[in-house]
């Protein structure tokens, strides 16, 4: 989730560059860089960290008169956040940008690498410049960024230029955004970025290019374009949420994308696998333990039920808080887990730095790369989230049981418990689930419309069985995070044993009903709130009659494929209650996104 910016014309392009970045580094700020190419030379400035220490390098630079240039946020997910990591990526002639994850680069660094190309970074990034080159030894440049683009597999929004054709940048966009700017005051001027923010008040039009596309452009070029140009007006908010109304609805609106990310270089049908983890890493456990809070603690449940389900391994769970203090007992051939999407929160980060300390194997499953537990960690999986800027968590929640899926059946199948056929059953149905969490109109008008009956009442009731009982926890959190109304997820089995005496017709109880995990069992127990007269909100893919109300989700294969898609509906509505009762749903109160402090 990188941010990216790129110019044309005779403005001085370290401003246009840098003032672009600014509105973007909410995208990623491991690392940042630009590079200028002006009269047949390159010049090219990174530096870790945030946007100001790029700016301090070039304090004393301007770039006046005609150029181009392309500037470059990074979000880490190949290598470390390093200055030779961070971007542009050059080679003899050219430089790139790129946002994304080029799927088949090993290939393609190996293939290079035999051919005496030298490689100076970590990144996945750097092997597109060097096949670029490698092409203009026999083909245009045109023609070689063509042949490069159909070399790659995975996700990028490319920029890139090069001194063999001094007067454009070659673009390309697949599953990440890119969009190209203009400005009928001065026809002599292109833009490029990752997102609206970056152009507020130099651009008055723009084209939204399509997946797929790539090509060149320079300022000759404006007239002959066949992509549709809209106009732009858009304030530098609206800009940074895309449209949406809250932060927290765009990135509920992302997890199909990210989701993808999350897999790629991971999940094809029929296989699965983890480049981070060594064959070392599969030897040395014979339990599971997992620590987080909040979020991530509901996602270690659901990888819980995962990993005993799919690699028969021993799993146990702990809240983070209260894990120092219960004298844990810890195993030498235990593996410990930490999961946080800052990879900062405190209780977690204590967590991990006592399982060190007594020897264990430790993994971290993360968001940012150069957080205190990714260094601490031995292994670190990293969700590929992008930023998350909405205090609720929604698509760090989806990447983390993705991941979590992902190790359970890479561990299953390494151990035994799924064979073959079982592997290519849950890659497809791992591929299907980021489509189930693609949001159709229709249904957010309805869960708008059904908001306004859960306005009041004395409570909430959120209930599941198996994996849809952490769910159930998770849809209850997102309510009270920013609606402030009281709700508590429950096993749907559990509602005898107590809860249930709360039942009248002013406790509204979402039932989280699959139909290919225990139907009729969690059938049963909504019958039984049916009978004291509870409020019936149910999530199914089937019809229930005597539910109040129903949301129909579609028909699905897997119990995960119908897990993620409830997720949505279950975020969407916690976001349309608390938008009605006129709440600050990205900021609620007496909340921060991440808890740094004990």
């Given at each position: 989730m990188c941010g990216i910016v790129g110019y044309i014309g005779d403005r001085d392009k370290k401003s246009v560059i840098l003032n672009g970045l600014k509105e973007l580094e909410y995208r990623g700020y491991d690392s940042a860089g630009m590079a200028v190419l002006q009269n047949e030379k390159i010049q090219s400035f990174r530096a870790v960290g945030k946007l100001e220490n790029l700016s301090e390098k070039l304090q004393n630079i301007s770039f006046e008169g005609y150029g181009l240039a392309i500037g470059h946020t990074r979000w880490a997910t190949h290598g470390k956040p390093t200055?030779?990591?961070?971007?542009?990526?050059?080679?003899t002639q050219s430089a790139i940008i790129h946002n994304g994850i080029i799927e088949n680069y090993k290939e393609l660094k190996e293939e290079l690498q035999a051919k005496g190309v030298q490689f100076q970074s970590q990144t996945d990034t750097e092997a597109i410049v060097h096949l670029f080159e490698s092409y203009?030894?026999?083909?245009?440049?045109?023609?070689?960024?063509?042949?490069?683009?159909?070399?790659?597999?995975?996700?990028?929004?490319?920029?890139?230029?090069?001194?063999?054709?001094?007067?454009?940048?070659?673009?390309?966009?697949?599953?990440?955004?890119?969009?190209?700017?203009?400005?009928?005051?001065?026809?002599n001027e292109v833009f490029f970025a990752s997102s609206d923010a970056a152009l507020i008040g130099l651009i008055d039009s723009v084209i939204y290019?399509?997946?797929?596309?790539?090509?060149?452009?320079?300022?000759?070029?404006?007239?002959?374009?066949?992509?549709?140009?809209?106009?732009?007006?858009?304030?530098?908010?609206?800009?940074?949420?895309?449209?949406?109304?809250?932060?927290?609805?765009?990135?509920?609106?992302?997890?199909?994308?990210?989701l993808l990310?999350?897999?790629?270089?991971?999940?094809?049908?029929?296989?699965?696998?983890?480049?981070?983890?060594?064959?070392?890493?599969?030897?040395?456990?014979?339990?599971?333990?997992?620590?987080?809070?909040?979020?991530?603690?509901?996602?270690?449940?659901?990888g819980k039920y995962l990993l005993e389900r799919k690699a028969r391994i021993r799993t146990t769970t702990h809240i983070a808080s209260e894990f120092r203090y219960a004298k844990p007992m810890l195993e030498s051939d235990e593996l410990f887990i930490v999961i946080s999407q800052s990879g900062e929160t405190?209780?977690?980060?204590?967590?991990?730095?006592?399982?060190?300390?007594?020897?264990?194997?430790?993994?971290?499953?993360?968001?940012?790369?150069?957080?205190?537990?990714?260094?601490?960690?031995?292994?670190?999986?990293?969700?590929?989230?992008?930023?998350?800027?909405?205090?609720?968590?929604?698509?760090?929640f989806a990447t983390q049981v993705m991941v979590l899926w992902i190790f359970s059946v890479l561990l299953g199948y390494k151990r035994g418990c799924i064979d073959s056929v079982g592997l290519k059953s849950e890659t497809r149905a791992m591929l299907h689930a980021r489509s189930a969490t693609h949001i159709n109109q229709n249904l957010h008008e309805k869960i708008k419309r059904l908001s306004k009956r859960y306005l009041h009442g004395h409570g909430f009731f959120f209930i599941g069985r198996d994996i849809f009982y952490p769910l159930a926890l998770e849809g209850a959190l997102k309510l009270k995070e920013i609606s402030y109304l009281h709700a508590e997820g429950y096993p749907s089995g559990e509602m005898k044993h107590g809860p249930i005496a709360l039942a009248d017709s002013e406790l509204f109880t979402l039932a989280l009903m699959p139909k290919n995990l225990l139907y009729e069992?969690?059938?049963?127990?909504?019958?039984?709130?049916?009978?004291?007269d509870s409020t019936i909100c149910a999530i199914s893919p089937i019809d229930f009659e005597l539910a109040d109300d129903i949301v129909k989700i579609p028909q699905f294969e897997s119990y995960m494929e119908e897990f993620f898609s409830m997720m949505v509906v279950l975020q969407l509505l916690a976001l349309e209650i608390a938008v009605r009762l006129n709440n600050d749903v990205d900021m609620p109160r007496n909340l921060a996104k991440s808890v740094t402090v004990e």
């Amino acid at each position: 989730m990188c941010g990216i910016v790129g110019y044309i014309g005779d403005r001085d392009k370290k401003s246009v560059i840098l003032n672009g970045l600014k509105e973007l580094e909410y995208r990623g700020y491991d690392s940042a860089g630009m590079a200028v190419l002006q009269n047949e030379k390159i010049q090219s400035f990174r530096a870790v960290g945030k946007l100001e220490n790029l700016s301090e390098k070039l304090q004393n630079i301007s770039f006046e008169g005609y150029g181009l240039a392309i500037g470059h946020t990074r979000w880490a997910t190949h290598g470390k956040p390093t200055e030779c990591n961070a971007h542009p990526h050059s080679g003899t002639q050219s430089a790139i940008i790129h946002n994304g994850i080029i799927e088949n680069y090993k290939e393609l660094k190996e293939e290079l690498q035999a051919k005496g190309v030298q490689f100076q970074s970590q990144t996945d990034t750097e092997a597109i410049v060097h096949l670029f080159e490698s092409y203009t030894q026999t083909l245009s440049p045109q023609e070689a960024f063509e042949a490069t683009i159909k070399r790659l597999q995975g996700s990028f929004a490319i920029l890139l230029i090069t001194k063999l054709d001094s007067n454009r940048i070659f673009y390309a966009k697949k599953h990440s955004p890119l969009l190209i700017g203009f400005n009928k005051n001065n026809p002599n001027e292109v833009f490029f970025a990752s997102s609206d923010a970056a152009l507020i008040g130099l651009i008055d039009s723009v084209i939204y290019l399509d997946d797929g596309v790539y090509g060149s452009i320079s300022v000759d070029e404006i007239q002959n374009l066949k992509y549709e140009i809209k106009p732009f007006n858009a304030s530098k908010e609206k800009a940074q949420k895309d449209g949406y109304r809250y932060f927290m609805e765009k990135e509920i609106y992302e997890q199909e994308s990210v989701l993808l990310e999350t897999m790629v270089g991971r999940v094809s049908e029929g296989s699965v696998c983890f480049e981070e983890l060594d064959s070392n890493f599969f030897n040395a456990f014979k339990s599971i333990a997992i620590c987080a809070c909040g979020t991530s603690y509901h996602s270690a449940l659901v990888g819980k039920y995962l990993l005993e389900r799919k690699a028969r391994i021993r799993t146990t769970t702990h809240i983070a808080s209260e894990f120092r203090y219960a004298k844990p007992m810890l195993e030498s051939d235990e593996l410990f887990i930490v999961i946080s999407q800052s990879g900062e929160t405190a209780d977690t980060l204590q967590a991990l730095k006592l399982a060190k300390e007594k020897g264990l194997k430790t993994l971290v499953i993360c968001n940012v790369d150069n957080s205190s537990m990714v260094r601490l960690a031995d292994y670190c999986l990293l969700t590929r989230a992008g930023t998350e800027k909405g205090v609720a968590s929604t698509k760090a929640f989806a990447t983390q049981v993705m991941v979590l899926w992902i190790f359970s059946v890479l561990l299953g199948y390494k151990r035994g418990c799924i064979d073959s056929v079982g592997l290519k059953s849950e890659t497809r149905a791992m591929l299907h689930a980021r489509s189930a969490t693609h949001i159709n109109q229709n249904l957010h008008e309805k869960i708008k419309r059904l908001s306004k009956r859960y306005l009041h009442g004395h409570g909430f009731f959120f209930i599941g069985r198996d994996i849809f009982y952490p769910l159930a926890l998770e849809g209850a959190l997102k309510l009270k995070e920013i609606s402030y109304l009281h709700a508590e997820g429950y096993p749907s089995g559990e509602m005898k044993h107590g809860p249930i005496a709360l039942a009248d017709s002013e406790l509204f109880t979402l039932a989280l009903m699959p139909k290919n995990l225990l139907y009729e069992k969690n059938k049963s127990n909504v019958e039984e709130l049916i009978a004291r007269d509870s409020t019936i909100c149910a999530i199914s893919p089937i019809d229930f009659e005597l539910a109040d109300d129903i949301v129909k989700i579609p028909q699905f294969e897997s119990y995960m494929e119908e897990f993620f898609s409830m997720m949505v509906v279950l975020q969407l509505l916690a976001l349309e209650i608390a938008v009605r009762l006129n709440n600050d749903v990205d900021m609620p109160r007496n909340l921060a996104k991440s808890v740094t402090v004990e």
